[in-house]
């Protein structure tokens, strides 16, 4: 006898048990969520990897008192800069480091402050990389900037955004050390600085199309065949929410 | 082309008839009016290109050269040949799992990649100042073997790229030593993944530690051979002295750190500067030198072998028995992991224990290897000093289980932008010591 599968989701049973009504365990009512017995979707790979459920948590700026160094930092460049409040997005203090968020188009002018004013003094421009918010906002693309005050023993980052196919002013000419380092962000977000001396791709080919550490731009691999059963590629296997 | 010649056959060669055969004349003579056409004095630029694949350029680095005779008018280096993607991987792997691809970037300073990236993940989490004792020691023990070991690389390569062979294989010789060590605590040569978010993989076995103090004797007589080898010889001199020289200025406006700048006499070392592990803890000098050429970097370098061996020894002497991984067990790796035949794996005890007596902890052990913890959202940057410079992290969490993204401020990466500064301008034969003295690795250059 064949066993019909139940218009009503659930088990499908032989038959209804004796004197069950439509409360009966056999028939509970169909779970739109879950699918398979431990809510998995997808390949069913349990191996850990995956996890690219992104969350998106908002970005609020921090009151002041800082504490620190960084009300210093903040009234010297508000004192030494005077487009400080067009300029200023936002001010975060976040686990002992100061960011200032900046317009894009005033990063320039706000990095040659922070080296020459005397009572800032950020000599070094340790390192310059991107991070991709994809869906937060439409300027979805970050540049961070990590500056090293080495009169002063300090460091501050500056970040700001562009959406995709933006630009912002390159900051070479006050760091030569973000040659590469921007180059290195245009070739893998596709930020353009303008003004930079040399703008091409460092790392990828220069043939290379799109750029790699974009959230949209897949990782690629190949499945595997492991004793028999076939593992996904990273970034397509088992999802934890 | 006419074919005018009497007796030419095929039209490229006189032959004649001789008892043996036929004889085929062939002269190069019009290679005279080729060579008579360049003009030496006005055509002499030509563009060489030294790599990728050159034994001299340390790794897959490439120079494209414009010489003039033997001096280099143009230097440009091109870099990317050994890009891995690997901040790209790490995106789909969870927090601890990140620690087996950071340590292939920097392949001859792993330990550096690791404790730079375990730091970022424990600011994070907020549990900086959790980490136990004896794992900011074995840290501090480690990356310190592993800077001798670094700076023993950089001797041995450059020696043998300025033709000191013997140095070479001294330098190796050495290395081999402290690899024998942390093959006997991590179970692995390289790429380690020794140190994890949260402390360290494992204890350092007795026999590991008798290892680093007979180390601690025999190193010290080898760095003495090597400077009676090196430093009075005049071919080494003549290599180096006022060679590939950048001062403070352009140091810093090319991000330059490391030895390369303390060569030119900023004592800027991040563990003094800007401590992290308990380094202000210890005692030790930054060595400089004030020639910013490629002699005071080798001199920089010897001085802190010697500055290393000596927090080897307080590292060793403050060794106190204890944790080696943060409290929190929502955070600690459950898997008591040892060394086996195959390398280190989890231990067959705490199989026994999962597997037969506790369901709890089977459970616990399965959520936190194949999930791993999650981390609060937010961005640090940490830095640390690696052999060749700041070594950054830029780790940026969702608060998910995996990175959102983590970038590396990879000094080799930063300091190859020195070799037009170093280069142009002198020979061809001084980009050679030039390049070597800013020891680059590719793999953390390229990442």
Known sequence: ?241 | MSSSSVGTGSGYATERETTEGRVFTVTGGDWDTVTGSIDPLSNEKIVVNMGPQHPSTHGVLRLVLELEGETVTEARPVVGYLHTGIEKNLEYRNWTQGTTFVTRADYLAPLFNEAAYCMAVEKLLGITDQITERANTIRVLFMELNRVSSHLVWLATTGMELGAISMMLYGFREREYILDIFEETSGLRMNHAYFRPGGVAQDIPESAIRKIRDFLVYMPKKLKEYEAMLSGQIIWQERTQGVAVLDVTGCLALGITGPVLRSAGLAWDLRKTMPYCGYETYEFDVPTATTADVWGRYQVRIAEIRESLKIVEQALDRLKPGPIFVADKKIAWPAQLAVGLDGMGTSLEHVAKIMGQSMESLIHHFKLVTEGFRVPPGQVYVSIESPRGELGVHAVSDGGTHPYRVHMRDPSFVNLQAIPAMAEGALLADVIAGGASLDPVMGGCDR
């Not at chain 1, 019909?4 to 009966?24: L, Q, Y």
């Open chain 1, 1 to 241: 006898m064949s066993i019909e599968p139940n218009p009503n989701g659930g088990v499908p049973v032989d038959a209804d048990p004796v004197g069950a009504d439509i409360d009966a365990p056999a028939q509970v009512p169909p779970n739109q969520q879950q699918k398979g017995m431990f809510g998995i979707s997808g390949t069913g790979d349990v191996s850990g990897f995956g996890g690219l459920v992104r969350r998106r948590p908002e970005l609020v700026g921090s009151p002041r008192p800082y504490g620190s160094y960084f009300d210093e930092v903040t009234d010297a460049l508000e004192e030494a800069y005077p487009g400080f409040a067009d300029a200023i997005e936002k001010v975060v203090v976040d686990r002992d480091e100061l960011t200032l968020h900046i317009a894009p188009e005033k990063i320039a002018e706000v990095a040659q402050v922070m080296r020459d004013d005397e009572s800032l003094r950020f000599e070094l421009c340790s390192s310059v990389s991107g991070v991709d918010y994809l869906n937060s906002d439409v300027r979805r693309l970050h540049v961070t900037y990590q500056l090293t005050s080495m009169t002063y023993r300090r460091r501050v980052r500056l970040e700001a955004a562009i959406p995709a196919g933006g630009s912002l002013p390159s900051v070479t000419s006050v760091y030569p050390t973000a040659d590469w380092q921007e180059r290195e962000t245009y070739d893998m977000f596709g930020v353009v600085f303008t003004g930079h001396p040399n703008l091409t791709r460092v790392l990828m080919p220069d043939d290379w199309e799109g750029h790699p550490q974009r959230k949209d731009y897949p990782l690629g691999g190949v499945p595997v065949e492991y004793k028999g059963a076939e593992i996904p590629p990273p970034d397509q296997r088992r999802v934890y929410q």
